[in-house]
């Protein structure tokens, strides 16, 4: 019985990051990921340079990604990959924005450390993804970067 308990706990606490981690759903009624419905500071901003291309992404970051992978961009030991100093990331970047763009499971091994929980597929535009990713590359102590529409484009299924 105790053993059930825990488990149903679990379940839920991970059903529960999941779904914060997606975006909060697709229901489109109620709140729209596109970039024609996004507010202005999350994406229209983005044209006039890096430095506003980071604060949308930081929006971005802060709506749909914080969640789980945390304000300060360490995620959570065991269950979420840390985006900070993230080798990942440095490492094959084009991986990573496929694995937002179009889900990721399985095991990968970030800074070191295996990760082995599901992320869904976010539900956000190009021009967001490549926003988020702009801003979590110039923060965290990762080494900058910038990435464009284009590219998350480039690896959408």
Known sequence: MKNLFFGVIATLV???????CSGGGNDKSE???TTADAPKSMVDDAS??????????????????????????KGLPVSFPPLAKSDYLAADL???IA?????????????GTKFNQVMPAATLSDDEV???????L???GNKGGSVTAAEVKAVRK
Do not use: M, W, Y
């Open 14 to 20: 991970t059903v529960t990051f999941l779904f914060s």
């Open 48 to 73: 006039d340079g890096k430095d506003a291309k980071i604060a949308a992404g930081k929006a971005v970051f802060e709506k749909v990604c914080q969640a789980c992978h945390q304000a300060d961009g």
């Open 130 to 136: 490549a926003a988020a990713f702009t801003f979590v």
């Open 99 to 111: 694995g937002v763009v179009n889900g990721l499971s399985g095991e990968i091994t970030v800074n």
């Open 138 to 140: 110039n923060s965290f």
């Open 94 to 96: 084009p991986r990573a």
């Open 31 to 33: 709140s729209s990921n």
